[in-house]
């Protein structure tokens, strides 16, 4: 029997070119999705813990885009239908969280997952078990308006894309602040998140300092009020070590200023954040006389 070596090497050429063109096709139907938790500051001397379990997240893939099955099959993941729009499960584990212990740049990673790649416009966030502890030990158990029924939707915007074969990272920030809203016997619950791309936002840090018996101190407690076109944008307090730090902030101009009670306020203009980089903006803060 004869056989015909170019034609054989011409067909494993071919099966083998088969192989990679469908693996190349699997990667780009698969992104990465990274989410992260942290939380706008709760300046309040009675409060120790704010807590949340979070117990299942998932996220609207955009209208008039169709979910790829083969994708969907190979991550494992669960997809929902709500009034007609796809939702991709992306947890559905009980994750207890205090957000206090979330500040000054400390986040706690939520998920870090293998998703359909496409855009996302709509995450939903599904929580319970809230409560307040207070500084004497008093624990104070919240009413959940809708957050463990249809979930606490937070809009991305712009659209959260992603890519196959990349990683994307959201950042979820839930002000406490306006979340855990204090009335006469206690505290109400009502959930404010906002969606960052970590990808199309900055981070402001910095170290507020004085110099005191001719010795430079971080100084702890201060306040520090970020603005855009003379309009509050966020705020956050220095910690022990006089640092701070301020995430997913969009890229641009923002006025930043600095107070601290004993101490000259003190302002810087024109601070320009780029996206997906920190910019430092220290501040050395003037006794008052």
């Known amino acids: 029997m004869k056989f015909n070596f170019s034609a054989i090497a011409l067909i494993t050429v071919l099966v083998l070119s088969s192989s990679c063109s469908d693996q190349n096709d699997a990667n780009n ?22 807590n949340v379990t979070i117990f299942k997240i998932d996220a609207r893939y955009k209208a008039n885009e169709e979910l790829d099955t083969q994708a969907i099959d190979s991550t494992n993941m669960t997809i929902e239908t709500d009034k007609g729009k796809p939702f991709v499960v992306l947890m559905e584990d009980e994750m207890p969280v205090n957000l206090l212990e979330l500040t000054n ?20 966030v599904y929580v319970k078990g809230i409560n ?19 979930g606490i939707k937070v809009f991305i915007k712009p659209e959260l894309v992603v890519s196959g074969g990349l990683t994307s990272d959201l950042l979820l920030d839930f002000d406490v602040s306006k979340s855990f809203v204090q009335k006469a016997n206690g505290f109400n619950f009502k ?39 003379d309009t509050l944008n966020t705020t956050t307090f220095s910690d022990i070590d006089g640092g701070y730090m301020i995430m997913g902030l969009d890229a641009g101009s923002y006025t930043v200023e600095v107070e601290k009670e004993g101490y000259i306020m003190q302002t810087a203009e024109e ?14 803060l003037l006794l008052e006389e």
């Open 29 to 50: 139907a698969i992104g990465r999705l990274k989410v992260q938790l942290t939380d706008a500051p709760f300046p309040h001397d009675l409060v120790a813990e704010a």
């Open 105 to 124: 740049g400390v986040t706690k990673t939520l998920l870090d997952i293998d998703v359909p790649a496409g855009s996302y416009d709509l995450i939903r």
């Open 132 to 150: 307040v502890v207070l500084k004497d030990g008093t624990t104070l158990n919240l009413d959940i308006p809708s957050g463990s029924q249809s």
């Open 191 to 229: 959930p404010v998140i906002k969606a960052s791309n970590l990808s199309t936002a900055g981070t402001l840090s910095g170290l507020i300092t004085a110099i005191e018996q001719d010795s430079i101190v971080g100084i702890e407690g201060a306040q520090v009020a970020v603005f855009v076109a």
């Open 271 to 284: 601070v320009q954040l780029s996206a997906a980089n920190k910019t430092v903006q220290d501040f050395e």
